[in-house]
């Protein structure tokens, strides 16, 4: 379902994605959403962020598995590919180019070398190798969501809806003032059309630096999602809120190695903590001063 240029998912199917809740439901995961994960962690469990970027329809199909057991999911929206009711610039490519004859490999270092080009420059490209038709939504599986579904979405107690730019914008290519106007964009149209302002964006392909962080801060965001592959401590500073690591999604045969292995290092981690910690609360065996004096 869902697919993103760096989480690819292709051949991910509601099963996969009842399997993967269900097994880290099974090894004490707790499902919980970006705020949560920021202001409110789980202490008795490690908590677990599911996360979909782009605004595919199939969206949508996730959502009995969700109310099924329970937990939230955070979609994040590229939102004039909603409005205007375009395929996403890679669909486009891929199956054009699919129709021409190129291979895979081909197709790979075209869409490659377009993931760090400007909406402009994506536009310019699609226009002159495709035509401007070639842009229409074709197939029911390839579509963004319509305003109307994105409401129906962001309607659902469990689901969280987040900002992904106006154009799936590599936000660091653009000037800051650019940068800004895609984030405000698309912070406004879901406001508009879900009647609530985002707090969470992800990064298009995973791309931000301090400037995109201070855009984001000013159009109200308080958590940013990365493309980084890393677990997240608790107690983040706001400047790291806003920049939290993210796993891709393991083979889909492979849940169970891949929570083990997230659950693994969490345990060690929170080990080290415990450590830490205790180191520094406890006086020096020959301190006879006050706790203030006592450090690791
Ligand atoms: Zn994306």
Known sequence: MAKDLFLPQEGFVVETYRRFIDEALNLGFKFITPEQAISDPPQEAPGLVITFDDGYADGLNILPVLKEYGVPATFFVSTDYVRDQMSFWWDVVYRNRRRQGHGDDKIAAELHALRHSTPLQINNHLMTAFGPSSLAVVTDDERPLTAQELQTMANDPLVVIGNHTAEHAVLPLLTRTDA????????????????????????????????????????????????????????????????????????????????????????????????????????RQNDCGGGDRASA
Do not use: C
């Open 180 to 283: 800004a106007q895609q984030i405000t964009r698309a912070q406004d149209y879901l406001r508009d059309v879900t009647g609530r302002t985002p707090s969470v964006i992800s990064y298009p392909n995973g791309y931000y630096n301090a400037d995109i962080i201070a855009a984001a801060v000013s159009a109200g965001l308080g958590i940013g999602i990365t493309t980084q592959p890393r677990s997240n401590r608790p107690n983040l500073s706001a400047f790291g809120a806003m920049q939290l690591g993210r796993h891709a999604p393991p083979n889909a045969n492979n849940f169970s190695a891949f929570l083990r292995g997230l659950r693994k290092a969490l345990q060690l981690n929170n080990a080290w903590r415990a450590y830490r910690e205790s180191r520094r609360v406890l006086p």
